[in-house]
């Protein structure tokens, strides 16, 4: 049996070799994804983003077991995890979270976690992100969560181009980090307080609220219009039915406290989503989004192909040397292409 | 006098002018970059970058003014600051920090400072960092601070393509931080322990001592090769004149202790990138980076006109439906520009 046929029979240790090849843009991985494709589109993705500190992995770690065990008596879902660590551009840092994660659900035949490091380059973490989340979806796993630092635009999109997004937040973070929630605000569904044991909740909550207040004076629907407009080219107008109220919930994940709401509160986001014909509009921002992250890798690849090193070094050159403006690099590379062609 | 010829000529108002044409990528900034690249290449850029709470404004602001007044008694240096504020990906956020800091270095003429929310759109940022550290430069600004939230990917390899790369630290930060710093280490070449006043300032220096030799085995030549080989295409070898130990020093930003040791470890870094023939190798890097930034730009714009909307939207509408793969639709969209073409 081949690798796909494998994953899609639920053998775990093909869906870990298959990640691999996935995450190392290998042509088997390629191959694997054109044919997994197929059987995607039935997850709930939910993205789950807050500055360091704030404790999101615990969060996610409880999450995951709440879907094991729905408080509302319903079957287990079974949870994929894509945890993206920002910590390295090269090495380290998932290595050691997946063994910590692993510990806490250690043996569950229906959690699959993954962790992966930061990409050298610009777009590739959301590229091998989607390409992750392709394939736990085609092999059976009901809920995906995607957990990012919510502290770097790459991490943000990606989050944002989930289904439901969280935004953690924690009391006694220092003024760096207050800051930072203004922006990630705007694109959550759901806005969680964590570590509300601490001194200091109610200012973070009270916070929170004002901010809200602020940054939704027209409320969701109108500012998901406002990104599609601007970035997809979309521009029906948004249904009234599409209004959703972001709520402020309190968790302490470590002890596992407040997850039941939160469960509850992802599953009425659910439930809208499905009511206001915003689930279809998220998935065509999503698959748009990743068709023109492939458009985008293939024509510089299709075009890497048409131009010698010698002549694009001899540009760098000229471009080191003053004698040429970047943008005028750019257009006698293209110019080069068109006559080589020609 | 055009806006180009008064931003050479110094005049400030012109230069915040020409800066949101930049930012806002408009025709009018575009051509000015074209005229003003020819007076670059002068700049010194450091890149400030560091875990949220570690303080890196006000060390900005500090290091801003020790180049006001060199403690060697060398001339003032003119300053430029880019801060680029992830806190934002639509609003807010950078317009606080501007006023913040305009009360610290305010009145200055030899001082600029420009802060920049995060755009909407992966990469945009890198692009739009490296248009503002151009007109800088041609402005006749000697040393630019590049300020980023090291806790995202696209911010860490924003500081990374500076000359020199600050990574700042803070004792009593969560576990959460503390993992971040693994990764950035290895773009640091000098690690500023910032906050030193506060407790655990020995252990915050230990540890980061230990894990600068587990991060640096073979130092940091060698990285910078491996760097370069594998994203850049270059494969000369490093020679052994280009080994730099990336030291560690202690500062309080905020009662600017330990800013002239700062300065005398910058100055040196310069005179070894000066002596190595580093400068030049980033110098390459930065600006095939930045060439390379907007060929795929330019690609993508370019392969854009030559396909209808209609045309793109219903290959959408089939990656929705999943009757093809991602990967088909980009063979898809491309057969049908080439079949356009001919």
Known sequence: MDLVASVLAGNRLALARLLTQVENDTPEGRLAQDELYAHTGRAHLIGVTGAPGTGKSSLVNQLARVY???PDGGEPKRV???AID???PFTGGAILGD????RDLAGDPGVFIRSMASRGSLGGLAAATASMVLVLDAAGFEVILIETVGAGQAEVDIARLAHTTLVIEAPGLGDDIQAIKAGILEIA????????????VENTERSLRSMLQLAHPARRGNLHHRFEEEVVGLAETAPESSIWQPPILRTVATEG???VELYGEIARHRQFLAGSGEWERRERLRLQSE?????QTALVSRWRETVSQVAYQAVVDRLIERNISPRHAVETLLDVKDKERS
Chains 1, 2 share one sequence.
Do not use: E, T
């Not at 569904?189 to 200091?200: H, M, W």
């Open 68 to 70: 094991r065990q729905p």
């Open 257 to 259: 406290a407040g997850m």
């Open 99 to 102: 063994r910590v994660r692993m």
């Open 80 to 82: 994929g995890v894509v």
């Open 86 to 88: 920002p910590s390295s």
């Open 189 to 200: 569904d759901i806005l969680v307080v964590n570590k509300a044991d601490r001194p200091g």
């Open 291 to 295: 068709l023109d992250m492939l458009l």
